[in-house]
């Protein structure tokens, strides 16, 4: 991976476990009969596995860029999982969580 | 079919206790690229503070589903997410002695507003809880 620059990584790192986010939350809102059974969910293995895979990359990623950099890509997995929600399990925000999560956004700028 | 999975609360409680290990896990993350030499499954394996990193990514796995149980997972992410942001920023500052500059402090401010707006909004429950 040493071709590829530390930010890519760190990308790749953050839309991975925001796919992974929405494997868990799929899992995780139907009924189950045992809490066992809702960890053993194939969407919950999944979701495991694309979090998982996040660290790694993340991991590479510290090496050179400091840890409070790379918190720039919490807020744009917020922004992906925000997207994913929406268009999979039809998750709808009311204006005023639409103008706090515009804020949450805006404040990342802070940290580039 | 009944839901084993308890209740709101819980899931609060579990939407806090994931923040904290998500800061956790930065610092531990931090202090396993300092001292990881090359990255491969052994190598990473072999690094306590790697192994120390999974388990709080692993606590957090089992967490986070129950947090998401009754939150949506937009608004648990969006609250989780500033949360550790801040919590990141203080450690990066106390144990790598990593500055907190005034652009830190005006993203920290605006982030702060925007969890105020989002908290404080009467929630719109989802399609999902609908049907």
Redesign the interface.
């Known amino acids: 991976m040493s071709a590829l620059s530390p930010l890519a990584v760190a990308f790749a790192g953050s839309a991975s476990a925001a796919v992974g986010q929405l494997f868990l939350k799929l899992a995780a809102r139907r009924p189950a009969t045992s809490v066992a059974a809702m960890y053993l969910r194939p969407a919950m293995l999944a979701g495991y596995a694309m979090i998982l895979l996040s660290t790694v990359l993340n991991t590479w990623a510290y090496r050179t860029v400091p840890a409070k950099a790379i918190a720039v890509f919490l807020p744009l997995n917020l922004l992906m999982v925000v997207l994913l929600s929406a268009v999979f399990l039809r998750e709808r925000l009311t204006g005023r969580q639409c103008v706090g999560l515009a804020l949450i956004l805006a404040g990342t700028a802070g940290f580039a | ?5 308890p209740s709101k609360l819980l899931s609060r409680a579990c939407l806090a206790l994931s923040v904290g290990l998500l800061v956790l ?3 531990l ?2 202090q ?2 300092l001292t ?1 030499e090359q ?1 491969s499954v052994s190598g ?1 394996l072999g690094n306590p503070w ?1 192994v120390a ?2 388990f709080c ?1 692993g606590t957090h ?2 967490v ?3 947090a ?2 009754t939150i ?4 648990a ?2 609250i989780a ?2 949360l ?2 801040l919590g ?2 203080v ?3 106390r144990a ?1 002695g ?1 500055p907190i ?1 005034g ?9 702060v ?12 429950p ?3 809880e609908n049907t």
């Open positions: 079919m009944v839901d084993a999975v896990s930065a610092y993350g931090k396993a690229a990881t990255v990473l790697y990193v999974l990514l796995a089992l986070w589903p129950l998401l149980r949506p997972l937009s608004i992410y969006a997410n500033p550790s942001l990141i920023l450690v990066a500052n790598f990593e500059t652009w830190n402090a005006a993203g920290l401010a605006l982030m507003a925007g969890l105020w707006f989002l908290l404080s909004a009467p929630r719109r989802p399609a999902e």
